[in-house]
């Protein structure tokens, strides 16, 4: 069974830093990607950065030179590390598992909330 908890998130002020976790918890053979997207008031959500096993990173060109994603402790656990936060990155932030194997189905975090602020 895969579990994803979520950590990290909170406010901070415009140029802060700030660094969400995602703890993972998978069946054996499951090689998967991590995706973070993120959610702002009244908008879609959208893609932020992913981290694949190889591990080969991914970023929108929104946070590019920003965003970190890192994969650590054999790849169950994931950071993104977020600097130089702008007022436009609040959001509400996830994290999605994503290995495409039958026995490890993909699964969202429940999200945490992301505020910069003027």
């Known amino acids: 069974q895969v579990q994803v908890s979520e950590s990290g998130g909170g406010s901070v002020p415009a140029g802060g830093s700030l660094t969400l976790s995602c703890a993972v918890s998978?069946?054996?053979?499951?090689?998967?990607?991590i995706t973070w997207y993120r959610q702002a008031p009244r908008e879609d959500r959208e893609f932020v950065a992913s981290?694949?096993?190889?591990?080969?990173?991914r970023y929108a060109d929104s946070v590019k030179g920003r965003f970190t994603v890192i994969r650590r402790n054999s790849g169950d656990t994931t950071s993104l590390e977020m600097n130089r936060l702008l007022p436009d990155d609040t959001a509400i932030y996830y994290c999605?598992?994503?290995?495409?194997?039958?026995?490890?189905?993909?699964?969202w975090g429940q999200g945490m909330q992301v505020t910069v602020s003027n």
């Open positions: 981290i694949s096993s190889a591990p080969r990173s």
């Open positions: 998978k069946p054996e053979y499951c090689d998967h990607d």
């Open positions: 999605k598992f994503e290995s495409g194997y039958s026995w490890c189905p993909d699964l």
